[in-house]
């Protein structure tokens, strides 16, 4: 069974330029996270999505970021522009929510954005 | 105040020796569910072992334990006979909430223990 794919594994650009990092998680999981991790710090979850729906954005900062899940399946994660700050590794997640399971989310590589 | 507080930056341990990370919790929930991934320098998350606020036994799997003590708030990771290839980053994680209530699938992570495994 194929796990969570993410592209790119590395991307680096100059501020103010836009940016996009996409995700296939594991077949038939129905939710999708998209976390953020500092260098030395732990994920913080950015969204949540629950089939196509953005069940959890509150900590989306969405003057510069957006999402989206057509379809229920990839995902695409936006930031435009970017600035010096949001350089950092940008994880996906994907879990199947069969509801009575503890729900394991199963992570993918990550991007590692460097911002210039 | 923090959720999930891990104290140890980095730890060492040597081959084939037990050791113990810290992970202490704040909720007030009384449905949660605690977690613990390793992070290589690959950079993936990788799932190691879950404890449930009701179960009554602490979590094994393989050479990984969970000494939970609920009413000290804490769920220490212990790994037997170490090897090289633990050598990894260790995160704890908590959700709170029920599962079936939607909003119970937010994981909040501590900052993490490098573990270093020398021979």
């Known amino acids: 069974e194929a796990g969570v794919v993410q592209s790119p594994r590395y991307k680096i650009i100059e501020k103010k330029q836009p940016v996009a990092f996409w995700c296939n998680p594991i077949?038939?999981?129905?939710?999708l996270y998209w976390y953020l991790q500092n260098l030395g710090q732990g994920p913080e979850l950015l969204i949540r999505?629950?089939?196509?729906?953005?069940?959890?954005d509150s900590q989306l900062p969405k003057d510069r970021f957006s999402a989206e899940r057509l379809k229920g399946v990839d995902s695409t994660l936006k930031i435009q522009p970017a600035e010096l700050g949001d350089s950092a590794v940008y994880l996906c997640?994907?879990?199947?929510?069969?509801?009575?399971?503890?729900?394991?989310?199963?992570f993918g590589p990550g991007t590692r954005l460097t911002v210039l | 105040a923090q959720k999930i507080t891990q104290t140890q930056p980095g730890m060492f341990v040597q081959e084939k020796e037990a050791v113990t990370l810290d992970c202490t919790y704040d909720?007030?929930?009384?449905?949660?569910?605690l977690f613990w991934y390793k992070q290589p320098s690959s950079g993936e998350m990788i799932f190691l072992i879950y404890?449930?606020?009701?179960?009554?036994q602490n979590a094994t799997e393989g050479r990984y334990s969970l000494n939970f003590q609920k009413a000290r708030k804490s769920a220490n990771l212990v790994i037997s006979a170490s090897q090289l290839g633990d050598s990894a980053m260790y995160f704890c994680?908590?959700?709170?909430?029920?599962?079936?209530?939607?909003?119970?699938?937010?994981?909040?992570f501590g900052t993490g223990t490098q573990l270093k495994v020398e021979l």
């Open positions: 997640a994907s879990s199947l929510d069969a509801g009575g399971s503890f729900n394991e989310q199963f």
């Open positions: 077949s038939g999981h129905n939710t």
């Open positions: 999505y629950e089939n196509e729906e953005a069940v959890d």
């Open positions: 909720t007030s929930d009384q449905s949660y569910g």
């Open positions: 404890q449930g606020s009701y179960d009554e």
């Open positions: 994680a908590m959700r709170e909430g029920r599962i079936l209530t939607g909003g119970g699938n937010k994981l909040t």
